[in-house]
């Protein structure tokens, strides 16, 4: 399979809380995305971090990347109702552009 | 910031014909746009890249024949499911890069994604 694997599928919290989503990949890779997706809608880019870094931060964002166990995760902190949506990391091997999408992780965030 | 617009953003279609899907890129120029599909609470599957001037390059178990591509310019690739089924019924979405990297991101390798397109085989 060209997916890779994230967990957990489905996450419910409560506003204010951490939601942390994982993904593991199966090949060497250059780059690791993650994507946003609100329901029916298009992709939405958040955050990339490249095989030579280890963490990267945008906002209440916080990526690690872990190439020897081939894993990424993302942090979302104090979270807000209006993250509710699905998550997706993606893999990108050489420069043509071509992403490999994780399973994704649906993110409910409770009022 | 870059922007891919993809139309329609649904479609209804009867069993046997065939439906057109555009992808443009709107503030840059695009050599290498893709074509993903999306079932309902699934991830994206890749189906093809498309290349300006040249044959698109499928991925393993997806039919050419099927799923013709046409990049005739460096700013849209259209896709058009021939003969669908109601098995193509599915979200199509597709995405291009800015080579440059002069679309105001900062970066040559984020992949800019249209809004997607419905469509229902009937």
């Known amino acids: 399979s060209q997916q890779g694997e994230e967990d957990p599928q489905a996450l419910s919290i409560q506003e204010g809380e951490n939601a942390t989503m994982n993904c593991s990949y199966k090949t060497s890779i250059n780059n690791l995305q993650w994507y946003r997706q609100n329901s029916g809608r298009g992709l939405v880019h958040l955050i990339l971090i490249r095989s030579n870094e280890r963490e990267k931060h945008s906002g209440r964002l916080r990526v690690t990347l872990d190439t020897s166990k081939k894993s990424s995760s993302l942090l979302i902190t104090a979270s807000r109702a209006a993250d509710t949506a699905s998550y997706f990391c993606a893999t990108q091997r050489g420069g043509g552009g071509k992403l490999i999408f994780g399973q994704g992780t649906e993110l409910s965030v409770k009022p | 910031g870059a922007v891919v617009s993809q139309h329609p953003s649904w479609v209804i279609c009867k069993s046997g014909t065939s439906v057109k899907i555009e992808c443009r890129s709107l503030d840059f120029q695009a050599t290498t746009m893709f074509w993903y599909r999306q079932f309902p609470k699934q991830s994206l599957m890749l189906m093809a890249t498309?290349?300006?001037?040249?044959?698109?390059?499928?991925e393993q178990g997806v039919e050419k024949d099927k799923f013709l591509i046409n990049h005739a310019s460096l700013t849209l690739s259209t896709l058009t499911v021939t003969s669908a089924h109601p098995e193509d019924s599915s979200f199509y979405i597709c995405?291009?890069?800015?080579?440059?990297?002069?679309?105001?991101?900062?970066?040559?390798?984020?992949?800019?994604f249209g809004q997607g397109t419905r469509l229902t085989v009937v």
């Open positions: 995405s291009a890069r800015d080579p440059q990297g002069r679309a105001g991101v900062g970066s040559n390798t984020e992949a800019f």
């Open positions: 498309s290349n300006e001037g040249s044959k698109a390059t499928y």
